[in-house]
């Protein structure tokens, strides 16, 4: 027992080795979601600019969109707001925001200040919604098809490059263009 203790460390370190070289090489934009071949969960929240309206699943019912998951207290979602602003107006994107876990507010000012490349955006001010499509954080972009299904989940910034090489393709394929 005492040489099996003596071991232990050993052992210890090459399971922990096993499992960071697992890691290395891994694209952190391409985490697995649980979601993708599934409909958008079911919900009930309120839209951002008109309190008063509740926003649900239907809303992705009919073409192919794009939900990004945003907050004012993202810096990377700065960072792409020019693009969403782009693929919205120069491209004809279709885009739900979520806006997740962030001050009505704030985001209302930031919509204001920057422009709105969203056709509808969602308020989520405690990620009820958020938690149930598995977002980690912000920025996040799904592409959902026209009934409603998700096709494929991006971890970070959305950008031309991104639009063109990742997103772009996944759209084609969904429409049948690919």
Same mark, same amino acid.
């Given at each position: 027992?005492?040489?099996?203790? /003596?071991?232990?460390?050993? /052992?210890?370190?090459?399971?922990?080795?096993?499992?960071?070289?697992? +890691?290395?090489?891994?694209?952190?934009?391409? /985490?697995?979601?649980?979601?993708?071949?599934?409909?958008?969960?079911?919900?009930?929240? =309120?839209?951002?600019?008109?309190?008063?309206?509740?926003?649900? *699943?239907? /809303?992705? *019912? %009919? *073409?192919?969109?794009?939900? #990004?998951?945003?907050?004012? $207290?993202?810096?990377?979602?700065?960072?792409?707001?020019?693009?969403?602003? $782009?693929?919205?107006?120069?491209?004809?994107?279709?885009?739900?925001?979520?806006?997740?876990?962030?001050?009505?507010?704030?985001?209302?000012? $930031?919509?204001?200040?920057?422009?709105?490349?969203? =056709?509808?955006?969602?308020?989520?001010?405690?990620?009820?919604? %958020?938690?149930?499509?598995?977002?980690?954080?912000?920025?996040?972009?799904?592409?959902?098809?026209?009934?409603?299904?998700?096709?494929? =989940?991006?971890?970070?910034?959305? #950008?031309?490059?991104? $639009?063109? *090489?990742?997103?772009?393709?996944?759209?084609?394929?969904?429409?049948?263009? +690919?």
């Amino acid at each position: 027992m005492k040489r099996f203790l /003596l071991f232990l460390p050993l /052992l210890i370190a090459i399971v922990v080795g096993i499992v960071l070289f697992a +890691g290395i090489g891994k694209d952190p934009t391409k /985490l697995e979601s649980a979601l993708v071949g599934k409909p958008v969960p079911a919900f009930s929240l =309120r839209d951002l600019h008109n309190p008063d309206t509740m926003l649900d *699943q239907s /809303l992705f *019912q %009919g *073409q192919v969109s794009l939900l #990004n998951v945003w907050g004012t $207290w993202c810096p990377a979602c700065k960072d792409e707001h020019d693009d969403l602003m $782009w693929l919205a107006e120069e491209k004809g994107v279709h885009i739900i925001g979520l806006n997740y876990k962030d001050n009505r507010e704030d985001a209302l000012v $930031w919509l204001d200040r920057l422009g709105d490349p969203y =056709r509808k955006t969602i308020y989520d001010p405690r990620g009820t919604l %958020g938690f149930d499509l598995g977002v980690y954080g912000a920025p996040e972009t799904f592409v959902i098809d026209a009934g409603g299904v998700v096709r494929y =989940r991006h971890v970070g910034v959305v #950008n031309e490059t991104v $639009w063109e *090489q990742t997103l772009l393709p996944v759209i084609n394929d969904v429409r049948g263009n +690919g």
